[in-house]
């Protein structure tokens, strides 16, 4: 893995990272019109953008509701290892319905953010995973009654 101080990104860069987080299905010849660039030039960058691990991934980004999985909790877990222990961090990441886990400052040691069908579903989880983690001591649940907003977009400065 690169260390963050071998990347080092210019304008153009940043305007292929721009254009890629609003639509990652941008063609290689459209970048390349809009940045009055050659596409083998931005071929290039992109693939050093890929190679330095700034662009980590190409997803597709599902409607939970399509999918029946309308509930969104966040848990709050205190454990015994304390916040950040490689064990239970990856016990919870191995967790399906789990879609983000932070180590946390604070009364607690993670937080937790999962998405299930409904709550007995999300009762079902804590029961089938959460309370096998043998260093989860206690568990504080908050259930997501709207969502205002969520995303994943980084705000890209212009440089």
Request: aromatic share 4%; with cysteine.
């Amino acid at each position: 893995m690169i260390n963050e101080q071998e990347i080092i990104l210019d304008k153009t860069d940043l305007h292929i990272l721009r254009l890629m987080q609003e639509n990652a299905r941008i063609s290689n010849a459209d970048l390349a019109r809009e940045l009055g660039m050659a596409p083998s030039g931005i071929l290039e960058r992109v693939k050093k953008l890929e190679q330095k691990n700034v662009i980590q991934q190409y997803t597709t980004r599902i409607n939970p509701v399509a999918l029946q999985q309308k509930l969104v909790a966040f848990i709050f877990m205190k454990a015994a290892d304390g916040p950040g222990s490689e064990a239970t961090s990856r016990e919870l990441a191995k967790i399906p319905e789990v879609q983000e886990v932070h180590c946390i400052a604070g009364d607690d040691c993670y937080l937790v953010k999962v998405r299930t069908y409904d709550s007995a579903s999300l009762m079902s989880l804590i029961r089938t995973y959460f309370s096998k983690i043998p260093n989860i001591l206690s568990t504080r649940t908050t259930i997501v009654l709207e969502t205002v907003k969520e995303q994943q977009q980084l705000v890209i400065p212009e440089k």
